[in-house]
């Protein structure tokens, strides 16, 4: 009998007012000996079985012109696990090889989307050190007095639970495990992100077309401030990498006169590892509290559709760009926004939210990049440019929401 897709589960759910809703949340792990042994030969193995699938598929389809199907391969990749040759992979999570299989069916499908590029293989010293497995008959538990979490083929696996943890999941996890992927990070830390699915009831429709102008707050993201709201509020930019940089050059200094492979060269990298991810982690903390803040103050935000990827390639300000983060600020106001009944709206990024006098409209097509403040050639208002664009960001969000066929 074929699984039900999510589609089809929240429209059984929808008759009774329920709906489906997915969510993660990462735990630090404290693996011993053994089971970090069995973490990374787990990874290897996975490694392993994603490139020989794609390595497979690809030969099938150049001699064929025919896709290999996964089910079909998961069929032969059983019968090869009991040749001598391939023994080894009877040694690790079965769910964990299963799970590379469909990592490389979902690869093409997202590259024949348009949405990344063609599969590649993967390098054993370049790609992220992680599987992933699959919950069955109650095969992976956490356990919260105990902190700890019971893994396929690792056993119960102490972890790090917070206060806020314990809070949280003082009543038992409300939802129930789907998948877990654990990581090895080259700082030498072990972490466990659980998928959870938890039936809610429906949220009530809102008509957001009627929501009052007070409620609707438009953002103009930046580099100097990391955001500038319709009100006037300015918050600052903390520039986590920047600050850092000083530290992050003397450390990779150093390293450059380790010898390569030594016990020196090794400690130093797993040093640069640690700053690198303290560095990640302030910064998604900080996008964290940010978006709270809007999505509770809020019942409207209106953000710009910005191409990021387009520029990034300016050499100038790529870093900078890099560093702000301005796609996981989004992602995290939106998925926030959605889980409180509210609404996201992204305006067009051609829209000339900088050049336009929030007054007159009168286009001002000779503003530079540099110009922080200017005077319309129209009506004469002097202008804070981040202000304006983000009073023209406020409008721009208005009119969407009061066009019926605009809203999405």
Not at 264 to 270: A, D, G, R, T, V
Not at 309 to 329: C, E, H, Q, T, Y
Not at 334 to 352: C, E, G, H
């Amino acid at each position: 009998m074929a699984r039900k897709s999510t589609k089809q589960k929240n429209e059984e759910l929808e008759k009774e007012g329920k709906v489906l809703r997915h969510y993660g949340f990462k735990l630090r792990m404290k693996p011993n000996e053994k089971q970090k042994e069995q973490i990374h030969q787990t990874v290897g193995c996975s490694r392993f079985t994603f490139n020989f699938y794609l390595g497979e598929r690809k030969e099938v389809y150049q001699l064929t012109h025919e896709t290999l199907n996964v089910g079909e391969f998961k069929k032969s990749f059983n019968v090869l696990k009991e040749h001598s040759m391939f023994s080894w992979l009877k040694k690790v999570d079965k769910f964990a090889l299963e799970t590379a299989m469909e990592a490389v069916e979902d690869a093409f499908q997202r590259f024949f989307k348009g949405q990344n590029g063609f599969p590649k293989f993967k390098s054993k010293h370049k790609s992220e050190q992680c599987y992933t497995t699959k919950e069955t008959n109650r095969n992976i538990k956490l356990d919260i007095e105990k902190q700890t979490i019971q893994l396929p083929k690792l056993g119960q696996v102490k972890v790090r639970l917070s206060k806020k943890h314990h809070q949280l999941f003082k009543n038992g996890l409300n939802g129930k495990i789907k998948t877990a992927t654990i990581k090895y990070h080259s700082s030498g830390q072990y972490t466990v992100s659980l998928k959870m699915e938890e039936v809610i009831d429906l949220h009530e429709t809102v008509d957001f077309s009627t929501v009052s102008d007070d409620k609707i707050n438009g953002l103009d993201l930046g580099l100097n401030h990391f955001y500038i709201d319709s009100n006037g509020k300015k918050v600052d930019n903390p520039k986590f990498l920047k600050t850092k940089l000083k530290k992050l050059a003397k450390l990779q200094r150093q390293l450059k006169n380790k010898k390569i492979g030594s016990s020196n060269f090794n400690k130093l990298q797993q040093k640069i590892s640690k700053l690198h991810l303290h560095i990640a982690n302030m910064r998604k903390d900080f996008l964290h509290k940010e978006s709270r803040k809007l999505v509770n103050e809020n019942q409207v935000i209106v953000l710009e559709d910005l191409n990021v990827k387009g520029m990034i390639k300016n050499k100038r300000l790529a870093r900078s760009i890099a560093d702000v983060s301005w796609s996981m600020f989004k992602t995290f106001v939106s998925y926030k926004a959605a889980w409180a009944n509210k609404k996201v709206i992204l305006i067009d990024r051609f829209f000339a939210s900088s050049k336009q006098c929030n007054g007159c409209k009168e286009k001002n097509t000779l503003l530079s990049l540099s110009d922080r403040e200017w005077v319309c050639p129209k009506c004469g208002t002097t202008h804070d440019r981040d202000i304006n664009a983000a009073r023209n960001i406020k409008e721009e969000g208005i009119r969407i929401l009061r066009t019926p066929l605009l809203v999405t």
